[in-house]
């Protein structure tokens, strides 16, 4: 006699855990975000550019950068979009609520664009060169995720 029997797999959460190292700028970065909220960049000996997320060497210039100097918080935006399709996210497995944004940030003091989430309570104010701050999340474990969005500022 053949058994019929319909097995179901959850896929349950959509945690795939794995480790990889961010590096030694990169772990600079997001520690000093973690530990005292502060965003560093790398700036290039030549051509004077900060570099955020910072980096080692200067992809214009090819020179081994050095420095670390402090940018923003504060910010603005350089170009966006806001998302209205809903889908799942990767990061949680759960549909996404929508409508959100997302955009490239340029800290002040900083010659580079910083993706991240950006605040739409009132979707009139978000333009480019509208003025933003971070928003950080109350536990920071040293991840993207320490900053929860950016929020426009008048
Ligand atoms: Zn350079």
Redesign the pocket.
């Known amino acids: 006699m053949a058994e019929k029997e319909l097995i179901v797999i959850e896929s349950g959460e959509a945690e795939q855990p794995f480790n990889y190292s961010i590096g030694l700028y990169g772990s600079k970065f997001f520690k000093e975000l973690r530990d005292r909220r502060v965003f560093v960049g790398s700036k290039?000996?030549?051509?004077?550019?900060v570099f955020v997320h910072p980096r080692k060497v200067?992809?214009?210039?090819?020179?081994e950068?050095k420095d670390f100097v402090n940018v923003g918080p504060k910010g603005k935006i350089g170009t966006f979009t806001i998302l209205r399709y809903a889908f799942i996210d990767p990061e949680t497995g759960e549909q996404k609520p929508v409508p959100y944004g997302y955009g490239f940030i340029q800290f002040d003091g900083a010659d580079t664009l910083f993706q991240h989430y950006i605040s739409i309570d009132d979707e009139k104010k978000v333009k480019v060169g509208a003025r933003v701050e971070p928003v950080f999340s109350e536990e920071r474990k040293g991840t993207i995720k320490d900053i929860l969005y950016f929020r426009i500022i008048d």
């Open positions: 290039c000996p030549k051509c004077k550019k200067c992809g214009e210039c090819y020179v950068m």
